[in-house]
């Protein structure tokens, strides 16, 4: 055995090198962040210059031949650390990102931002005006170079692999279909049995004005309930809301605010809150590393699904919460009551729009793009057709047909960036937060009776001990394992709605 000190000199300059990029990509991200938040639409032309230079400044450092000989003399450092170690984990994941990135040559680096910063316009003039034939010359461009980026990477068994391992680190396509024909042979039967039964449940409360001020103050309420830093991090509006980490030290969550949108506001605000949490329990010694972000995008969104649905959509949570929501809302709220504003919050209803999806529906938006996508990916499917795959695809899944294609297959900004692979992480997030769920739960059997008590904090405890402070030091599979002891399924997942709707709308579950 041979015992070397944890530090040497190539470990050392290594971590300098990999900090230097993290602080490009975090500047990017700051940019990114500022551009949503508070730029003048005037500023569009300068800031993309800002962000294309600093984004090709972080991606030639790293796939840099020096990076690669640091990477290799630094693995000779750690041969003997724990796998688990800090040091060897650095190592490992940087080392697996850097030979992929090296295989993808420079130029289709390139022409893949030239071209997804071209069909993104071209999306949204596309989306606003309905009209798919406009777009459709980008996204075939744009799928043409995403095919060579995933020949370029290399996969063992098919292309998706090779688009997924971006989102799911060592994840395999056929892995992601055995998880999804479990989650799908439960779910289908449970949409049918809810729409069957046909129950109309009131959410007429939805109906009415909520003021934005009083919105914003019970989300920030929530925010600090559940345990989110203000020290550390804020929350501004956006269009559209999303989570960006500079560090853990410094974390930014946007909602979007409005009278008439109620729902928006108060789940939107837990949802980036959860990711949020996640982005401030990453250990401190993982700053300036690769290791300072989630497992994977599927863990990410275990996190903000775990907070909004298991948690915010819990009776526990409001028998707690709505006399404090009531407290904001006088006018609108006090003839509503803990049954009818669980039951309004809960409502199934197969709908067009993904992002607006209720949590049992949700996972078959994700079924439909998840195949369009391997199709495309396969040659199976050309781009022309892809509007009547996707209306087909509707109407099987979900039984509604999207009057105008801005309503169906131009709703998400998704492939216009070349992001195929991405949706998939999605649906995981929703049955990862199950799985984690209810290990918390075997593990404090009290959980249900803190969260109707309001008190968050253990469970938040639970979530850093557990998955947020490793930050990127696990694949999914690895940390799955880890935390529950089983592989990534959909049981818990399905589990969790059959048992919450059999009760919402009273099916019989004794078949
Ligand atoms: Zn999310």
Same mark, same amino acid.
Request: with cysteine; net charge negative.
């Given at each position: 055995?041979?015992?070397?000190?944890?530090?040497?000199?190539?470990?050392?300059?290594?971590?300098?090198?990999?900090?230097?990029? $993290?602080?490009?990509?975090? *500047?990017?991200?700051?940019?990114?962040?500022?551009?949503?938040?508070?730029?003048?639409?005037?500023?569009?032309?300068?800031?993309?210059?800002?962000?294309?230079?600093?984004?090709?400044?972080?991606?030639?450092?790293?796939?840099?031949?020096?990076?690669?000989?640091?990477?290799?003399?630094?693995?000779?450092?750690?041969? $003997?650390?724990?796998?688990?170690?800090?040091?060897? $984990?650095?190592?490992?994941?940087?080392?697996?990102?850097?030979?992929?990135?090296?295989?993808?040559?420079?130029?289709?680096?390139?022409?893949?931002?030239?071209?997804?910063?071209?069909?993104?316009?071209?999306?949204?003039?596309?989306?606003?005006?309905?009209?798919?034939?406009?777009?459709?010359?980008?996204?075939?461009?744009?799928?043409?170079?995403?095919?060579?980026?995933?020949?370029?990477?290399?996969?063992?068994?098919?292309?998706?692999?090779?688009?997924?391992?971006?989102?799911?680190?060592?994840?395999?396509?056929?892995?992601?279909?055995?998880?999804?024909?479990?989650?799908?042979?439960?779910?289908?039967?449970?949409?049918?049995?809810?729409?069957?039964?046909?129950?109309?449940?009131?959410?007429?409360?939805?109906?009415?004005?909520?003021?934005?001020?009083?919105?914003?103050?019970?989300?920030?309420?929530?925010?600090?309930?559940?345990?989110?830093?203000?020290?550390?991090?804020?929350?501004?509006?956006?269009?559209?809301?999303?989570?960006?980490?500079? $560090?853990?030290?410094?974390?930014?969550?946007?909602?979007?605010?409005?009278?008439?949108?109620?729902?928006?506001?108060?789940?939107?605000?837990?949802?980036?809150?959860?990711?949020?949490?996640?982005?401030?329990?990453?250990?401190?010694?993982?700053?300036?590393?690769?290791?300072?972000?989630?497992?994977?995008?599927?863990?990410?969104?275990?996190?903000?699904?775990?907070?909004?649905?298991?948690?915010?959509?819990?009776?526990?949570?409001?028998?707690?919460?709505?006399?404090?929501?009531?407290?904001?809302?006088?006018?609108?709220?006090?003839? *509503?009551? *803990?049954?009818?504003?669980?039951?309004?919050?809960?409502?199934?209803?197969?709908?067009?729009?993904?992002?607006?999806?209720?949590?049992?529906?949700?996972?078959?938006?994700?079924?439909?793009?998840?195949?369009?996508?391997?199709?495309?990916?396969?040659?199976?499917?050309?781009?022309?057709?892809?509007?009547?795959?996707?209306?087909?695809?509707?109407?099987?899944?979900?039984?509604?047909?999207?009057?105008?294609?801005?309503?169906?297959?131009?709703?998400?900004?998704?492939?216009?960036?070349?992001?195929?692979?991405?949706?998939?992480?999605?649906?995981?997030?929703?049955?990862?937060?199950?799985?984690?769920?209810?290990?918390?739960?075997?593990?404090?059997?009290?959980?249900?009776?803190?969260?109707?008590?309001?008190?968050?904090?253990?469970?938040?405890?639970?979530?850093?001990?557990?998955?947020?402070?490793?930050?990127?030091?696990?694949?999914?599979?690895?940390?799955?394992?880890?935390?529950?002891?089983?592989?990534?399924?959909?049981?818990?997942?399905?589990?969790?709605?059959?048992?919450?709707?059999?009760?919402?709308?009273?099916?019989?579950?004794?078949?």
């Amino acid at each position: 055995m041979r015992e070397r000190k944890p530090t040497s000199n190539s470990l050392a300059r290594l971590k300098e090198q990999l900090g230097q990029i $993290s602080d490009l990509s975090n *500047v990017a991200s700051l940019l990114n962040w500022d551009q949503q938040v508070n730029m003048p639409p005037g500023g569009s032309e300068a800031r993309a210059h800002h962000l294309s230079t600093v984004e090709s400044l972080e991606h030639t450092l790293f796939v840099a031949d020096e990076t690669g000989q640091l990477l290799e003399e630094a693995a000779e450092e750690v041969i $003997s650390l724990p796998y688990e170690s800090d040091d060897a $984990s650095l190592v490992r994941v940087a080392q697996r990102e850097y030979e992929k990135m090296r295989r993808v040559p420079e130029s289709l680096v390139t022409e893949r931002a030239q071209a997804t910063s071209r069909a993104f316009d071209a999306w949204q003039k596309a989306r606003a005006e309905s009209d798919f034939e406009s777009f459709e010359p980008h996204l075939e461009r744009v799928l043409e170079l995403t095919i060579q980026y995933a020949e370029a990477i290399g996969y063992d068994e098919e292309r998706y692999d090779a688009l997924l391992d971006r989102y799911e680190p060592e994840m395999k396509t056929s892995q992601l279909i055995a998880v999804f024909e479990e989650l799908k042979s439960g779910l289908i039967p449970l949409v049918e049995a809810i729409t069957k039964q046909g129950q109309r449940i009131d959410d007429s409360l939805f109906k009415r004005r909520y003021p934005d001020q009083a919105q914003w103050d019970f989300g920030t309420l929530i925010l600090e309930d559940i345990g989110f830093d203000f020290e550390h991090g804020r929350q501004d509006r956006s269009t559209h809301p999303f989570t960006a980490s500079f $560090s853990p030290l410094d974390v930014r969550l946007t909602t979007r605010v409005k009278p008439d949108r109620f729902q928006s506001a108060l789940f939107g605000t837990i949802h980036e809150g959860g990711h949020a949490l996640y982005d401030q329990g990453i250990h401190p010694d993982l700053i300036r590393t690769p290791l300072c972000t989630g497992a994977s995008y599927g863990v990410h969104e275990s996190q903000s699904r775990l907070w909004e649905n298991l948690i915010a959509r819990s009776r526990a949570f409001w028998s707690h919460y709505l006399p404090v929501l009531r407290e904001f809302f006088p006018d609108q709220l006090t003839d *509503v009551d *803990v049954d009818t504003f669980y039951r309004a919050i809960n409502r199934v209803q197969p709908s067009l729009i993904r992002v607006e999806a209720d949590e049992v529906t949700y996972s078959l938006h994700i079924f439909l793009r998840f195949e369009l996508e391997q199709a495309l990916l396969n040659d199976e499917l050309d781009v022309a057709h892809l509007p009547d795959a996707w209306n087909a695809k509707m109407e099987k899944y979900l039984g509604v047909v999207p009057p105008d294609d801005a309503r169906g297959v131009l709703q998400d900004v998704h492939w216009s960036g070349g992001l195929f692979g991405y949706f998939p992480s999605y649906a995981l997030g929703n049955l990862l937060a199950a799985q984690f769920y209810d290990k918390a739960f075997a593990e404090m059997p009290a959980l249900p009776n803190q969260i109707g008590a309001g008190d968050l904090g253990p469970l938040l405890t639970w979530l850093r001990e557990h998955i947020h402070q490793h930050g990127k030091k696990f694949t999914p599979a690895e940390l799955v394992k880890r935390v529950t002891d089983e592989k990534m399924t959909a049981e818990s997942f399905l589990t969790y709605l059959r048992e919450k709707y059999s009760q919402i709308y009273e099916l019989d579950t004794s078949r």
